[in-house]
Every structure is written in structure tokens, then in C-alpha cells.
């Protein structure tokens, strides 16, 4: 079936960067929209980015101007490139991506496993 893996998370000092990384795999026949969300620890999981299959982008406004979404079609992955992180983006890092595994099953919502991203000096 559809799977979606996160890749990139770690520990990294105020002002540093990451990039994580979203894979999808198994059968798909298209992919739609794809996003990144965040879940600070006892928070709930709120929007970080989103891109569509033509590339449009937005972001929440906490991230505008430091982190960068991007998606490889060829690929089926989405990445969230991160600078000038802040302590305040520490959270469990989560892909989302809205797929039809096939062209007769309607679009459905994926997530990942999440990833952990810790901003601390």
C-alpha cells in the first residue's frame, strides 16, 4: 500500500538548519498536495507548509522567510528545508500528502511517522 517516511530530524543549535525529507512509496497513481505539520511537545499539530502538485507554496506565518518546501514528482518526495531554527520550532515534524493509489480510488490523506526536531544550545 501508500507509506510515507520522514527523514532528516535531529538536534541542532538556535540558528542552524535541517532538512527533513518526506518519501512516498507503494502504489500510487497521483499525488496531489503535500505538507509538513508540527507538534510541540503537549501542543497540538498545527500546519508548517504545504505545496501543491504545481508547486504554489504557503506557509504559516511563524516560518515564512526560514523554512522552504519544495517536492521532487520524479521522486514522490517533499522536503522542508529549515534555517534560522529557534528553539520555539522544536516539535515532532510530520508529512502529510494527499494520494490516489489508483486513478479509480479517490484522493486520501497520508501521514507519516513523524520525525523529532530539537532546536537547543
Known amino acids: 500500500q501508500v507509506q510515507l517516511v520522514e527523514s532528516g530530524g535531529g538536534l541542532v543549535q538556535p540558528g542552524g538548519s535541517l532538512r527533513l525529507s518526506c518519501a512516498a512509496s507503494?502504489?500510487?497513481?497521483?499525488?496531489?498536495?503535500m505538507g509538513w505539520y508540527r507538534q510541540p511537545p503537549g501542543k497540538e499539530r498545527d500546519l508548517v507548509a504545504i505545496?501543491?502538485?504545481?508547486?504554489?507554496?504557503n506557509y504559516a506565518d511563524s516560518v515564512k522567510g526560514r523554512f522552504t518546501i519544495s517536492r521532487d514528482n520524479a521522486k514522490n518526495t517533499a522536503y522542508l528545508q529549515m534555517n534560522s531554527l529557534k528553539p520555539e520550532d522544536t516539535a515532532v515534524y510530520y508529512c502529510?500528502?494527499?494520494?490516489?493509489?489508483?486513478?479509480?480510488?479517490?484522493?486520501?490523506?497520508?501521514w507519516g511517522q513523524g520525525t523529532q526536531v530539537t532546536v537547543s544550545s
Open positions: 502529510n500528502a494527499d494520494i490516489r493509489p489508483r486513478s479509480y480510488i479517490r484522493l486520501q490523506r497520508y
Open positions: 505545496i501543491t502538485s504545481g508547486g504554489s507554496t
Open positions: 507503494g502504489t500510487i497513481f497521483s499525488i496531489n498536495a
